[in-house]
Structure formats: C-alpha cells, structure tokens
C-alpha cells in the first residue's frame, strides 16, 4: 500500500482480556518498529524488527508483551491482561533498511487501545 | 535516553520563518541528526535529516553547526497546519532504533 496501515483504529477492552493489533508496513520496506504513546507523552520504543534477524525487543515493558513479524509483511503486536496503564496509542512504522542506510521512518496512524 | 536539548515550547507568527534549535553536544561522527514532527492526533511525520552538510528540502532547511554540536531546523513560511511537536534526534547509521525525546511544541500564531 501506500502508507503504513494499522487496525483496529481504536479499541476499548476490559482490564485483564487479551488484544492483538495489527500493522501492515509499506512493501519492500525491511525494518518495522512498534511505538506506544500514552496520552500527553512523548513516544516509547517497544521493538523492533529487520528483515530475518532477531528483534530488538529492548523496549517491551513486560512479559505481557510480543510482538510476531513473518518475514517483511505483516506484524502484530499482542498485550495479553491488558491493564489500564496499557492506555495509549500504539504507533507502527516501517523504514527501507535499517542500520546503514540512512533512511527516515513512515508511521501509521496508531491504534487507541483504552482499557476499561 | 535522547541525546538532544530542545526547548518545550516556541512560537512563531503565521508566514514566518520558524528557526528550532536542538543541542546535541555528546554527538559522534557516525551520528546523523534527524527531525520528525508529530502533529496533533497523527503519527509522527519524517522531516529531513543531515550529517554534516546544511539540506534542504520541500519541507524545511536543517543547519547544522560547524562542531556538530547543535542545530536549526527552518520551516521557511510557518502556516497554522505547522502546528506541531517537532523532535530533533540522534541517531547512528549502526543503529535502527530511534529513541524521542520531548521535542518542541510550536505554535503557530495567526
């Protein structure tokens, strides 16, 4: 696609209930990087794909989360019992390559998880 | 942990140039100097970037000092869809990760 997608647009769940939230980078590009943003905050990392190698999963906050990527499509990042400090928008990106080339990031338009 | 200074807030009048600084003292040499800006209720939208020499593109210009050690990002005519938190970060080309920081808060002024 053009840009970067990302569904659901909003979700509201219950505290303790599992979500799932989807990106879908631009085509051919190998790097994928999830973002959490709670409100009036600035941006977190949580993980990082490239490509076929290992992910940098440095930024993830707690077991509760993961993050999959098959290859360079799709990614989805899952929160199992959410609780309510789990509010935020959750930011996808994706770039050309990682590392060497120096390029910059396209984001998508995140996904509002609220817990209830 | 971000590696740049940048003041939380700036204004700027409508139609003119907006000058953002940014401080990034402790940069290395294999460190480029990006800009994002995020505007309200969107993802955050890549500027330009540079790593010594002064660019320019259709959005803005980013000077970059002499030492490195610090820059300016112009927005030539700020309009009111300017409006935004502009990031300075640094970054290494061995390095994916961008990691923010507060950024600057501009406010475009009709």
């Known amino acids: 696609g053009a840009g970067v997608s990302q569904s659901p647009s909003n979700k509201v769940t219950e505290k303790g209930k599992d979500v799932e939230l989807r990106c879908d980078p631009i085509s051919g590009h190998t790097a994928l990087y999830w973002y959490r943003q709670r409100l009036g905050q600035g941006l977190e990392f949580l993980i990082y794909?490239?490509?076929?190698?290992?992910?940098?999963k440095s930024g993830l906050p707690s077991d509760r989360f993961s993050a999959e990527r098959t290859g360079e499509s799709v990614s989805t990042l899952t929160i199992q019992r959410t609780q309510q400090e789990d509010s935020a928008v959750y930011l996808c990106?994706?770039?050309?390559?990682?590392?060497?080339?120096?390029?910059?990031?396209?984001f998508g338009s995140g996904t509002r998880l609220t817990v209830v | 942990d971000a590696k740049t200074t940048q003041p939380p807030s700036m204004d700027c009048a409508e139609g003119r140039a907006a000058n953002l600084p940014c401080n990034h003292s402790?940069?290395?040499?294999?460190?480029?100097v990006y800009w994002y800006r995020q505007i309200h209720s969107q993802g955050p939208q890549y500027i330009i970037h540079g790593l010594k020499n002064n660019e320019t593109n259709e959005m803005a210009s980013l000077i970059i000092t002499e030492d490195r050690k610090s820059s300016t990002l112009i927005l030539p005519h700020a309009t009111l869809r300017d409006t935004a938190v502009y990031y300075c970060i640094v970054r290494p080309t061995g390095d994916d990760k961008i990691i923010f920081g507060k950024g600057t808060r501009l406010h475009i002024l009709p």
């Open positions: 402790t940069i290395s040499g294999n460190e480029y």
């Open positions: 794909f490239q490509g076929n190698s290992a992910p940098d």
């Open positions: 990106a994706s770039s050309l390559a990682g590392g060497r080339a120096n390029y910059g990031y396209t």
